[in-house]
Every structure is written in structure tokens, then in C-alpha cells.
């Protein structure tokens, strides 16, 4: 199973931007999905996650409010919608596929990652 993420460019601030993560297969709609970002010289960090049915979503402080997390199991994808970008929002973004049905703001608990699109926003 492989993750393509995709969609990410370059914006200015305040600007929206929609980012996509398409599975190869169907195996991973039974599992939580994340989103995660990487900017350089920076640890990669948590940045919103979801249910496997979609029913719940989690967020981090940073983009709590501005970002929406969501999915279509039908497509295989997950989205990541983002609004209000900030230059501090300039980074890779990853999405991943968790071990477990429901969400998690730990790197450990994804086992299986996308090769991330860049999200860079001008001031």
C-alpha cells in the first residue's frame, strides 16, 4: 500500500490551500489518518488526524480553527484544508496511516507514510 500526497504549492498569507492523500488500496479505511509537516531544520511534527469512519478529528494548537481535516473512504483519500495560511505554516506536509482505528498525535503510532508535498506561504 503507498500514500500520494499532492496539491501542496505556493501561496501567500491568508491565502486557503487544499491538500490530498490518495491510497493505493482500500486497507487503509479501516485506519486512523494524519497529517504531519516537517519545515527545515525542524522536527516533524503532529498536525491533525482523523477517525477511520471520520467521526472524530484532532488537531494541534497551531491549526486548530484554520485547518480541517477530512476523508472519503469511497476514494481512498484524505484532505487537509487550510485556511488562513501563515508563513510558519511553510513546511513538507506528510500524511500517514495509523495503526489503529482511531487518531493519534504520536509519529510512532503511523506505519505507513506518504512522500509529502512542500506548502510554502510568502508573507
Known amino acids: 500500500v503507498q500514500l500520494q500526497a499532492s496539491g501542496g504549492g505556493l501561496v501567500q498569507a491568508g491565502d486557503s490551500l487544499k491538500i490530498s492523500c490518495k491510497a493505493s488500496?482500500?486497507?487503509?479505511?479501516?485506519?486512523?489518518m494524519g497529517w504531519f509537516r516537517q519545515a527545515p531544520g525542524k522536527e516533524r511534527e503532529f498536525v491533525a488526524a482523523i477517525a477511520w469512519n471520520g467521526g472524530d478529528a484532532y488537531y494541534s494548537d497551531s491549526v486548530k480553527g484554520r485547518f480541517t481535516i477530512s476523508r472519503d473512504n469511497a476514494k481512498n483519500t484524505v484532505y487537509l484544508q487550510m485556511n488562513s495560511l501563515k508563513p510558519e505554516d511553510t513546511a513538507v506536509y506528510y500524511c500517514?496511516?495509523?495503526?489503529?482505528?482511531?487518531?493519534?498525535?504520536?509519529?510512532?503510532?503511523?506505519?505507513?507514510w506518504g512522500q509529502g508535498t512542500q506548502v510554502t506561504v510568502s508573507s
Open positions: 500517514a496511516s495509523a495503526r489503529r482505528p482511531y487518531g493519534s498525535r504520536r509519529l510512532n503510532d503511523y506505519n505507513l
Open positions: 488500496a482500500r486497507t487503509v479505511s479501516n485506519n486512523a
